[in-house]
């Protein structure tokens, strides 16, 4: 274990800077002298490892295997984190219901949560929320046989079409807000959802367009109809608890850095997600 120094949080602060700018650099240069050696990031450094907290049931942004192994466009935002800091990263399982408390737990559970967690104004009064690095919005999977039923949120919103969500996060929300008609059915595992719409256990999903166009390549039963149409507009980031404005600091770093040197928009690319930011 290498005892942390001033200057190797300095070091630290001046590499995620890159292409940012020099004037993001002086504020880390300034944040990392007065934090000295008590804040979160230098607590990151001393352990050597990035602990970040994922649902691991979210394609393509969070997905965990039957092995154990994590993949995703989150996952990876995750490893640059880490690699940018020169330290390790260990994913910790969380679900949606419980994301919130997982986050504030005492001792924590993780540094970060990330993967397909949307920023709102809700999650800002408690927690941290990064600046965003995915535009996000909430749409549809059903049956391709049915894709021409749906062309609005009108008609979803009929006692007969039975609108299946996962629990907890904001999926479930966004149906009970809107759907106050139609017929609400709660799944547990949020990535069966898919398959029991694609075999008539349920009409339609509530999901994001995020996630929609990959169920829509892996199984030609299914179909997003209203993908370029979202019901909403947002943004995806990174959670954390109140209190870690160094480690806040350097993620937006990260994320700015990715943007300006052209890494985020080929990860985009890589998992087929539309790059919103110009």
């Known amino acids: 274990m290498f005892r942390i120094t001033k200057t190797w949080l300095l070091i630290a602060a001046l590499a995620v800077c890159g292409t940012v700018g020099v004037g993001a650099c002086a504020k880390d240069k300034s944040a990392s002298t007065e934090q000295s050696e008590s804040g979160k990031v230098a607590e990151i450094l001393q352990r050597g490892t990035l602990l970040a907290g994922t649902t691991g049931d979210y394609r393509p942004l969070s997905f965990r295997e039957e092995d ?24 910790v399982p969380t679900s949606w219901p419980t994301l919130t408390d997982d986050v504030l737990a005492e001792p924590q559970l993780f540094d970060l949560a990330i993967g397909g967690i949307t920023i709102t104004d809700a999650r800002k009064e408690t927690m941290l929320m990064s600046e965003g690095y995915l535009v996000n919005g909430k749409t549809i999977l059903c049956r391709a046989s049915e894709a021409d039923s749906y062309e609005s949120l009108a008609d979803l919103n009929k006692p007969e079409v039975r609108v299946m969500v996962n629990p907890g996060g904001l999926n479930e929300k966004f149906a009970n807000e809107n759907l106050t008609n139609a017929t609400i059915l709660v799944h547990q595992k949020n990535e069966e959802i898919p398959t029991l719409v694609a075999e008539g256990e349920a009409d339609v999903m509530i999901t994001e367009i995020t996630e929609a166009p990959y169920y829509v390549q892996a199984d030609a039963r299914l179909a997003a109809p209203l993908l370029d149409k979202p019901f909403n507009h ?9 209190g870690q404005e160094d480690l806040l600091q350097l993620v937006n770093n990260v994320i700015r850095q990715m943007k300006s040197d052209g890494s985020l928009r080929r990860l985009h690319a890589k998992y087929g997600l539309v790059y919103g930011y110009e």
């Open 68 to 91: 154990g192994t994590y993949w995703g466009f989150g996952i990876e935002m995750a490893g640059e984190i880490a690699k940018r800091l020169g330290v390790k990263v260990q994913f």
């Open 234 to 242: 947002g943004e995806i980031g990174v959670l954390m608890q109140k």
